[in-house]
């Protein structure tokens, strides 16, 4: 059974920054690309980076270029979302997703989200 279960949520002022992880199990995670999504009050989900199955590639929605981090750890089986330069906007819940296609439009797998809440 695959599972993939998010933590790191939590609440920080504008500016700060957080660190959410995604433990994968029940999967080959080397073979998955992962991905950060999220979903803010009232609107639909949305893109925010992707990682290729080794690490070597990775993308990110424009709004969080150069703010956001996407990396992984094969060892661990986790993937990080680094997000630093936080803004009110941010203020989301936080999803996992894994997929056997880079950058894909469809997930394979998904976790419960994690709260992240940015004030002003």
């Known amino acids: 059974q695959v599972q993939l279960v998010e933590s790191g949520g939590g609440l920080v002022q504008a500016g700060g920054s957080l660190r959410l992880s995604c433990a994968a199990s029940g999967l080959t995670f080397r073979r998955f690309s992962m991905g950060w999504f999220r979903r803010a009050p009232g609107k639909e989900r949305e893109f925010v980076a992707t990682i290729s199955p080794l690490g070597g590639r990775t993308d990110y929605t424009d709004s969080v270029k150069g703010r956001f981090t996407i990396s992984r750890d094969a060892a661990k089986n986790t993937v990080y979302l680094r997000m630093n330069s936080l803004k009110p906007e941010d203020t989301a819940v936080y999803y996992c997703?894994?997929?056997?296609?880079?950058?894909?439009?469809?997930?394979?797998?998904w976790g419960q989200g994690t709260q992240v809440t940015v004030s002003s």
């Open positions: 997703a894994a997929s056997i296609n880079y950058n894909s439009d469809s997930y394979d797998y």
